[in-house]
Every structure is written in structure tokens, then in C-alpha cells.
């Protein structure tokens, strides 16, 4: 399931019980996450470089990100 806040950018992805949370404005980001963790219990594993066994590459430099 994929939901994406039309007004902050912030883009939510479900995949049984695995959460990816994507955004540009950190305190928006920061503000879900609290959010979530109100109403569930969810563990914060930091930056992704793997969702449902696609490899996420990014590259700051270039604004970009790759799915593998």
C-alpha cells in the first residue's frame, strides 16, 4: 500500500509489517514517525538500503535514487 501526503511530500509504504517513510521536510517526517509510534509498536531501523528484498541506492549528490 503506498499513500503519499499531497501538501508535505511525505510518502508512506506498507508491506505487511514492514513501513518505508519517505519525505523532504524533516519535522514533517519526524512528526509521523511520533505518530506511528503513538499507535503502534515499531522499532526505527534507520536508513533503508533494502525494502521487500529491492535494493535502495541513493545518491545525494545527484538527488537521486535507484531501485535494484
Do not use: H, W
Amino acid at each position: 500500500y503506498i499513500y503519499r501526503y499531497p501538501k508535505s511530500g511525505l510518502i508512506v509504504i506498507t508491506y505487511v509489517d514492514d513501513f518505508l517513510l519517505v519525505g523532504l521536510k524533516g519535522k514533517e517526517l519526524a512528526d509521523l514517525k511520533v505518530a506511528l509510534q503513538n499507535a503502534f509498536k515499531i522499532k526505527d531501523l534507520g536508513l533503508y538500503y533494502y525494502f521487500v528484498g529491492v535494493r535502495i541506492v541513493r545518491n545525494r549528490g545527484n538527488r537521486t535514487i535507484s531501485l535494484i
